[in-house]
């Protein structure tokens, strides 16, 4: 999978590096260069939504299509704001009418962990082990704390804030799977030290670190997944 994103994202990348040296040429006038490219840009994410089936990625980048083109579309009249409350309002509907209509990639876990991850960043956990969690955030900022046995847990959150801590929790199994659906905000997971993370996200104009020490031997794992939309997703040992 990581060699597809690759070949995708190479292939985006010299088709930016046409453009520009077009654009040098003269062979664009009337054009700008970085209106071309930035459209190049959100198609890109346009296309990896629909693939990933993330509904947020497919609405809000067709919501930026439009904002940027606007001129050239005669859609001023919705452009910037109610076309952006369309997409968030779209996320959220969608979302809650198929529930189950996004997928991820494919990892193969421990023996027994009881998690796994699906064609393209999302993490599934057994609901038949239990310890399965989910959080919902939208234009709000929100504190979570998890206790006890967990397998799974699953984020979305679409422009707000959010911080989930598992300092009073435990593996199911030793291993447990996080899926971040992030857009426009930020979420912060608080991990005991003695954890072990695996984050394999996909980030679009977004960005997903590690801060603090950890000190897990690999017994406890905990694996997170999911995508990060121009956002922030920060994972903090203590």
Do not use: Q
């Amino acid at each position: 999978m990581r060699g597809k994103n690759n070949v995708f994202w190479g292939i985006m990348l010299v088709l930016g590096a046409v453009v520009l040296l077009v654009g040098r040429m003269g062979y664009l006038e009337g054009i700008g260069v970085s209106s071309i490219l930035l459209n190049i840009a959100l198609a890109a994410i346009l296309i990896k939504g629909i693939f990933r089936r993330r509904f947020g990625t497919i609405l809000f980048s067709l919501a930026f299509l439009v904002i940027i083109n606007d001129e050239l579309l005669h859609l001023e009249a919705i452009t910037p704001w109610p076309v952006l409350g369309a997409a968030l309002l779209g996320t959220i509907g969608l979302n809650l009418l198929f529930p189950g209509f996004k997928y991820g990639r494919r990892f193969v876990p421990r023996i027994g962990s009881g998690i796994h991850w699906r064609n393209g960043g999302t993490l599934n956990g057994n609901d038949s082990n239990g310890g399965v969690v989910s959080f919902d955030n939208v234009f709000g900022s929100t504190v979570k704390y998890i206790s006890g046995a967990v397998s799974f847990v699953g984020i979305d959150n679409v422009f707000g804030s959010m911080e989930v801590y598992f300092t009073d929790a435990c593996l199911m199994n030793n291993n447990a799977g996080i899926t971040v659906d992030l857009v426009f905000g930020e979420v912060v997971l608080y991990v005991p030290a003695s954890w072990k993370v695996e984050a394999k996200t996909e980030n679009i104009f977004g960005s997903t670190d590690m801060s603090g020490r950890g000190t897990g031997d690999g017994e406890n794992v905990l694996c997170v997944g999911g995508s990060v939309v121009f956002g922030h997703l920060g994972i903090v040992y203590v």
